[in-house]
């Protein structure tokens, strides 16, 4: 039957992002009682999944990204020799079941995963158009929580965000209170989840001695930039760079 495992053996090569998006969170989480459009212990337990995903996983992505109810991870080293439908299903159910457990959940939630093939000067503009979708996602999701709010229903409320351009949302929303621009950097631009190597001083009893050491710590950014703005883009590139360099020291 083995030979009956068609899909075991499609590899990938790196880099590759793998992109984890959060099954019909709207419906699964709707009772819960988080805030609407946005809900920090929402957004905290998706980036703190992120972050135990890249401690806890076995698998060593270089950075994530995350903004909703997605997650994107970029890897130079592949585990599982690039299986496809390995890499896809592990990295799934280890989100699903660290999401569970953050937010600890009664119901459970699953997410889906895709592997995206990029080349290595690829990697920035996939990043720039993720966070673009975060924009407009932000953008939306205040427009419809406006429109729900005063009472209109929701097929009527998505009718009328489509056919206003973002420019019309803006206005709509400061007409009601609703400043876009002064809101958290978080929902406009996502959270950046990644390994930060720190130079650590400490006395060794061994030798005697105060040494030098580092040390890996994980760290959350909420303020990031626009990855295409003058800031973001050596941002970014740090990011890829510096961690690309790092883990070639490891192996």
Same mark, same amino acid.
């Given at each position: ?154 097929? $009527?409320?998505?009718?009328?965000? +489509?056919?206003?351009?973002?420019? #019309? =949302?803006?206005?709509?929303?400061? &007409?009601? %209170? /609703? ?31 105060? $040494?030098?050491?580092?040390?890996? +710590?994980?760290?959350?950014?909420? #303020? =990031?930039?626009?990855?295409?703005? &003058?800031? %973001? /883009? ?18």
């Amino acid at each position: 039957m083995k030979t009956r495992e068609i899909y075991a053996e499609m590899r990938c090569i790196p880099p590759v992002v793998l992109r984890a998006d959060g099954r019909n969170f709207k419906n699964t989480l709707s009772g819960l009682g988080f805030e609407k459009p946005y809900d920090k212990t929402f957004a905290r337990a998706m980036a703190d999944t992120a972050e135990l995903f890249i401690k806890k996983s076995g698998l060593s992505p270089l950075f994530a990204y995350t903004f909703s109810d997605e997650i994107s991870f970029l890897f130079t080293d592949l585990p599982f020799d690039g299986r496809v439908e390995k890499i896809d299903s592990v990295v799934a159910s280890f989100l699903g079941s660290a999401l569970t457990i953050k937010l600890r959940l009664e119901e459970p939630i699953a997410f889906d995963s895709r592997l995206v093939a990029l080349q290595k000067e690829e990697i920035p503009e996939y990043f720039h158009r993720r966070q673009l979708e975060a924009w407009r996602n932000f953008v939306a999701s205040w427009g419809y929580y406006a429109l729900r709010n005063e009472g209109m229903g929701r097929n $009527e409320a998505a009718k009328y965000l +489509k056919r206003k351009k973002e420019s #019309e =949302i803006h206005e709509m929303l400061f &007409e009601r %209170g /609703i400043n876009l621009a002064t809101l958290p950097s978080w929902q406009r631009r996502g959270v950046i989840i990644s390994k930060e190597a720190r130079e650590i001083q400490g006395f060794n009893p061994v030798s005697g001695k105060e $040494e030098k050491s580092l040390r890996r +710590k994980i760290t959350q950014n909420w #303020e =990031i930039p626009k990855f295409k703005s &003058e800031k %973001g /883009i050596p941002f970014l590139e740090k990011l890829i760079n510096r961690n690309l360099e790092h883990h070639h020291h490891h192996h």
